[in-house]
């Protein structure tokens, strides 16, 4: 469990502060078939992210910076290079988690739990959550970006997550940051800059050996 745990903190719990401009969407049907058609399009993506991870009991955000790589279906590999090293890879019922300490492996097969959360990663990332049946999902707009806001349905889930939000840029659909809640309240905001999709990514950058 401390390793699920750990890959928490450093993916997601993301929270985003109370925006009151954002309304809910009158026209979900178009957004959900414009939406999907988008995401359907994208097989790669490469990009710059910065990660806001807000602590209750600490002032200050602890920031870090780094470069994640995507591929379909489920190849996600997420490399910390500040202000410490860190590796994260996900590729299919994988995990590699590489630090100081050492380099870890450990497959999700035989728990529904990790099997989810590696569903859910996938989802966010390709703009899929929307057929996510774990999830019970509300569609928002203001006049920049949409967002989708993820409650989990099951107990279990509901303890690492009290929400899950997609924030889409309007201009283009794409998603600009992906936001989880926590029940306790701390937070985490992973933005995407410089994002390059449908590149040619080799499979060896998804390596869990």
């Not at 009991?57 to 910390?80: H, P, T």
């Not at 870890?104 to 859910?120: D, E």
């Not at 794409?174 to 994002?195: C, H, R, W, Y």
């Amino acid at each position: 469990m401390l390793n699920l745990k750990i890959f928490l903190f450093l993916l997601f719990s993301l929270q985003l502060s109370a925006q009151s401009d954002f309304k809910p969407l009158k026209n979900e049907a178009d957004f959900t078939k414009r939406f999907t058609e988008a995401s359907a399009k994208i097989n790669t993506i490469k990009s710059d992210f910065i990660q806001e991870k807000h602590l209750s009991m600490l002032e200050e955000k602890i920031v870090s910076k780094g470069i994640f790589w995507f591929k379909k279906e489920q190849k996600v590999r997420m490399e910390y290079l500040s202000p410490t090293k860190y590796l994260i890879v996900m590729n299919d019922k994988t995990f590699r988690i590489k630090d100081a300490s050492g380099d870890k492996k450990m497959a999700t097969g035989g728990n529904k739990l990790f099997q989810q959360i590696s569903q859910i990663t996938a989802d966010c990332i390709r703009g899929n959550v929307l057929n996510n049946k774990d999830f019970e999902t509300e569609i928002m707009e203001n006049s920049k970006q949409y967002k989708i806001e993820m409650k989990p349905l099951s107990k279990q889930m509901k303890t690492y997550f009290s929400s899950i939000h997609l924030m889409i840029n309007k201009s283009d659909l794409d998603v600009a940051s992906i936001i989880m809640n926590e029940p306790s309240g701390d937070f985490t905001k992973l933005s995407f800059q410089n994002k390059l999709l449908n590149s040619t990514l080799s499979d060896e950058v998804f390596s869990v050996k």
